[in-house]
T-cell receptor, first 109, second 116 residues
Framework: GQNIDQPTEMTATEGAIVQINCTYQ??????LFWYQQHAGEAPTFLSY????GLEEKGRFSSFLSRSKGYSYLLLKELQMKDSASYLC??????????FGPGTRLSVLP | EAGVVQSPRYKIIEKKQPVAFWCNPI?????LYWYRQNLGQGPELLIR????????DSQLPKDRFSAERLKGVDSTLKIQPAELGDSAVYLC??????????????FGPGTRLLVL
């Protein structure tokens, strides 16, 4: 199987920066996705990384290190609406998406 | 552009009853996925279709679950008979194809199933 690890829960303050980590098995790696899921809603696509480095999209950035099997999602200038679960999903050659368990982020005023 | 459409949004049934979920993917998306998501967990793949062909159904409990994607567009997922442990959210997703960024999946709103 493909083990994907994420912290279960995180808490941060409005306006702050938070980093959500994801680790995965490196063998056959073919891409990593981050999704946001608000309670009771479907996951929505945030970012895709296949090469090492940082991808920036406004307040959200995603980093990948393929050799370390490690990614993080960086959220800046946190807003209350960022309270959600953040899912890391990894693809391996010839295999399906595998989602991690998700990290539940709570943004406090 | 319309997103992935699913119905019904909610379903409550008694155990041993049948239930069916319907999905209409984004137009032009060849790949369709059915996932099950339990509370506090990530989605787990049940079946993946490439056009009308089920290319991966290894995680589908075939004794009670079945799926079809006629004409390679809409899809139906059925459970018969339902068990208490089937209570979950059933998500449908679609992507352009299978492979790298084209594999970005777009999800429907899901069907929340409660089996009593």
């Amino acid at each position: 199987g493909q083990n994907i690890d994420q912290p279960t829960e995180m808490t941060a303050t409005e306006g702050a920066i938070v980093q959500i980590n994801c680790t995965y098995q490196t063998s056959g790696f073919n891409g990593l996705f981050w999704y946001q899921q608000h309670a009771g809603e479907a996951p929505t696509f945030l970012s895709y990384n296949v090469l090492d480095g940082l991808e920036e999209k406004g307040r959200f950035s995603s980093f990948l290190s393929r050799s370390k099997g490690y990614s993080y999602l960086l959220l800046k200038e946190l807003q209350m609406k960022d309270s959600a679960s953040y899912l890391c999903a990894v693809t391996h050659y010839g295999q399906n998406f595998v989602f991690g368990p998700g990290t539940r982020l709570s943004v406090l005023p | 552009e319309a997103g992935v459409v699913q119905s019904p949004r909610y379903k409550i049934i008694e155990k041993k009853q049948p239930v069916a979920f319907w999905c209409n993917p984004i137009s032009g998306h060849n790949t369709l996925y059915w996932y099950r998501q339990n509370l506090g967990q990530g989605p787990e793949l049940l079946i993946r279709y490439e056009n009308e062909e089920a290319v991966d159904d290894s995680q589908l409990p075939k004794d009670r679950f079945s799926a079809e994607r006629l004409k390679g567009v809409d899809s139906t997922l059925k459970i018969q008979p339902a068990e208490l442990g089937d209570s979950a959210v059933y998500l449908c997703a679609s992507s352009l194809t299978f492979g790298q960024e084209e594999e970005t999946q777009y999800f429907g709103p899901g069907t929340r199933l409660l089996v009593l």
